[in-house]
């Protein structure tokens, strides 16, 4: 396929795809470990590489985190080993499974051409939902890896030669573990289901039992992540009926369930996850929108037939169905988050692309193309102090360079302790080394008789709560966003 107005472009779409990995890279270090959910998965990467324990992700000191699968925690904590405790490297963990996943798109895509492999993965990366979950610590990156690389090795088998494609079988059944590792039957249930109705619908089961190599597949996938189930159960029983019944069947199925040891249902409309995905794929879900309205409006209202190239059924109908498994998947679900719709973006990239070279063919429509895929990189890089505000905001970072700052300054540095009051902020224990205490009200008085130099941290809007013998014994040491620090008077 010809396209002109494409191969004067490329190295401009070559150089946005740059540019955003650039902007990702050079900003994952220059804002704080926001709370709470970074900060948590943060911090449990970091007990895991001072402890250890690289079986149990721990929620505090010797207690278990049954919430998710190591996967995630493990990246975290070899790249705090690598790069010593720091945002850029907790974010990093996060970073290179999403590059990766973007890799394995532009490797499917370029079996269509180079053309059309940059612009997919240009498309990719500049999705709001890519360019966020790139540089933020979560869980979701390294399942959409999984998912990914298990979509990707299924076509690329399929469709695939001998050698070649028998590879990509296998790499089919990597990308199965590394889910399971990641969150768990999700991973697996998110890459069956687009492939069963497709299946179905094509009626190719005899060359998909064909192409792939389903025994020893299944038996490589079990053989990667099996061992850390059984090992988990056996380290803390109890693992695998919370994390399978609890986390895999009540938290989707009851709305606001309680049930939950680390936080509480995220309980929303039903159908919420399809406007989830319109913010997740901002701004090319809008373009999307723009020229399906487009088509339709040429063909019912002004009567046109559209001339299209021969399309490739199963190829459309792959991608159409791994687009929409997620949404699909959680329509009914009564708690979820924005983020369960990543798994399905490198798949409308694709899809997009296909809709982009059958409507534009030759024209010269490079302005549709360059100003959505320079929008979230230029915009977050001219938004960035307004960014690294938010995330000091809604951090113990500051806090915590005060106290050590002043812990530093006392002739009783060594046995300074910092405690918070009623609540302890999953940053104020990663930037503290775990080294913060929480401390409920009661308890400051016995504190303050421990001969250390105690430091106390309570939210300003509770500070009324300190009873007049506490507070008269305590000097305000300084107070930002809604914390203030306090030091025991000597």
């Known amino acids: 396929m010809k396209l002109t107005w494409l191969n004067s472009s490329r190295r401009l779409i070559s150089v946005i795809i740059y540019l955003t990995i650039f902007i990702r890279v050079l900003t994952l270090g220059l804002y704080a470990v926001a709370d709470r959910t970074e900060a948590r998965y943060a911090e449990i990467g970091r007990k895991m590489a001072e402890t250890g324990d690289w079986i149990t992700p721990q929620i505090d000191y010797g207690v278990p985190f049954w919430g998710k699968p190591p996967l995630s925690t493990w990246l975290t904590a070899a790249s705090f080993k690598v790069f010593s405790v720091n945002e850029f490297a907790a974010r990093l963990s996060s970073f290179i499974p999403i590059l990766l996943?973007?890799?394995?798109?532009?490797?499917?895509?370029?079996?269509?051409?180079i053309n059309y492999a940059l612009v997919s993965t240009m498309i990719l990366i500049t999705t709001l939902g890519f360019f966020v979950s790139s540089g933020a610590v979560m869980t979701d990156p390294a399942l959409v890896l999984g998912t990914t690389l298990s979509m990707v090795g299924f076509w690329q088998a399929y469709r695939g030669e001998s050698n070649a494609g028998r590879l990509w079988g296998y790499l089919f059944f990597v990308g199965l573990a590394i889910g399971l590792l990641a969150k768990g039957p999700i991973g697996v249930v998110?890459?069956?289901?687009?492939?069963?109705?497709?299946?179905?619908?094509?009626?190719?089961?005899?060359?998909?039992?064909?192409?792939?190599?389903?025994?020893?597949?299944?038996?490589?996938?079990?053989?990667?992540?099996?061992?850390?189930?059984?090992?988990?159960?056996?380290?803390?029983?109890?693992?695998?009926?919370?994390?399978?019944?609890?986390?895999?069947?009540?938290?989707?199925?009851?709305?606001?369930?309680?049930g939950d040891l680390y936080g509480s249902g995220h309980a929303h409309p039903y159908g919420m996850i399809w406007v989830y995905w319109l913010l997740a794929a901002f701004p090319w879900s809008l373009l999307t929108l723009g020229l399906v309205g487009k088509i339709f409006w040429q063909i019912k209202v002004k009567q046109t037939k559209l001339t299209l190239p021969t399309l490739d059924s199963e190829w459309l109908s792959y991608l159409l169905l791994w687009t929409v498994a997620p949404m699909v998947f959680f329509t009914p679900s009564a708690n979820i988050l924005w983020t369960y719709v990543l798994p399905g973006l490198p798949a409308f990239a694709l899809l997009l692309t296909e809709l982009l070279f059958m409507v534009w063919h030759d024209q010269p429509v490079n302005k549709y193309l360059i100003a959505p895929g320079l929008l979230i990189p230029l915009v977050f890089l001219f938004a960035l102090p307004i960014v690294i505000n938010v995330a000091n905001n809604n951090s113990q970072k500051y806090v915590v360079e005060q106290y050590q700052q002043s812990c530093r300054e006392s002739v009783q540095e060594p046995n300074c302790q910092l405690f918070y009051v009623f609540n302890r902020p999953y940053s104020a224990e990663f930037y503290s080394s775990g080294k913060a205490k929480k401390v409920e009200m009661h308890e400051i008085a016995a504190v303050l008789n421990n001969n250390n130099r105690n430091y106390f941290v309570i939210r300003t809007d509770a500070i009324k709560e300190f009873p007049p013998e506490i507070a008269s014994k305590l000097n305000q040491v300084t107070q930002y966003s809604a914390y203030t620090l306090f030091s025991q008077t000597n």
Do not use: M
Not at 101 to 113: D, F
Not at 219 to 233: G, Q
Not at 241 to 254: A, L, N, Q
């Open 190 to 258: 998110l890459v069956f289901l687009p492939l069963f109705i497709w299946i179905i619908w094509q009626r190719n089961l005899p060359r998909v039992w064909r192409q792939l190599p389903w025994i020893q597949g299944i038996l490589l996938t079990a053989l990667i992540a099996v061992p850390w189930y059984l090992l988990a159960e056996a380290k803390t029983p109890g693992f695998l009926d919370y994390f399978i019944v609890g986390e895999h069947w009540k938290r989707f199925v009851e709305k606001g369930w309680e």
């Open 101 to 113: 996943a973007s890799y394995l798109v532009y490797l499917l895509a370029k079996n269509k051409g």
